[in-house]
């Protein structure tokens, strides 16, 4: 098998082509040179307009690891339809998000949570960790992101709740 990895930190990506790639020649790193307030101020590209550089239905398995808790809307169903544009018949998505329900809000409102998330988003769609950096941490309402992945034809199942709302790491 193949492992493509995707990534906005250029040093990030250099650091593994060096210690990795030679070693494991199957395993590629590729630099998304994406705008981030948080990561990556001087990106050239906007996440919502990036097209990831695969051709359709070319992964078994994806995986986004802290990526979608630092997204803003547009960008994350961006990302999701990507996701279901590069999966094969069969594949499946492991991802992590920072999902609202009634449960989650209550224990921010309480100041219970890890991350305390007290800046609601424009869209009304998630809360920010901070309003001078909204890509440092963002939390979607569970609604909304059962329906992106509804649009895209994608299936959430086994959703598994960290603790990062009751203020366990």
């Not at 630099?31 to 990556?40: E, I, K």
């Not at 609202?100 to 809360?127: M, T």
């Not at 909204?134 to 199942?157: C, K, N, W």
Request: charged share 25%; with cysteine; proline share 7%.
């Amino acid at each position: 098998g193949t492992y493509d990895g995707l990534e906005v930190h250029r040093e990030a990506v250099d650091w593994c082509r060096e210690a990795i790639t030679p070693r494991h020649p199957a395993f590629r790193f590729h630099h998304a040179d994406l705008a981030s307030t948080a990561y990556n101020p001087g990106g050239r590209v906007t996440s919502a307009g990036y097209r990831f550089p695969f051709p359709d239905s070319s992964f078994d398995v994806i995986f986004l690891g802290s990526v979608y808790t630092h997204l803003l809307p547009d960008d994350a169903a961006h990302y999701v339809h990507e996701v279901a544009r590069l999966l094969a018949p069969g594949g499946f998505c492991v991802a992590s998000y920072y999902l609202l329900d009634d449960e989650r809000r209550q224990s921010i409102d309480a100041g219970r949570s890890f991350i305390p998330f007290p800046v609601e988003h424009p869209s009304g769609l998630c809360r920010l960790k901070s309003a001078s950096a909204p890509e440092a941490a963002v939390a979607f309402d569970q609604p909304y992101i059962q329906r992106l992945h509804d649009e895209s034809g994608l299936r959430m199942r086994d959703v598994r709740r960290g603790q990062w709302w009751r203020g366990l790491a």
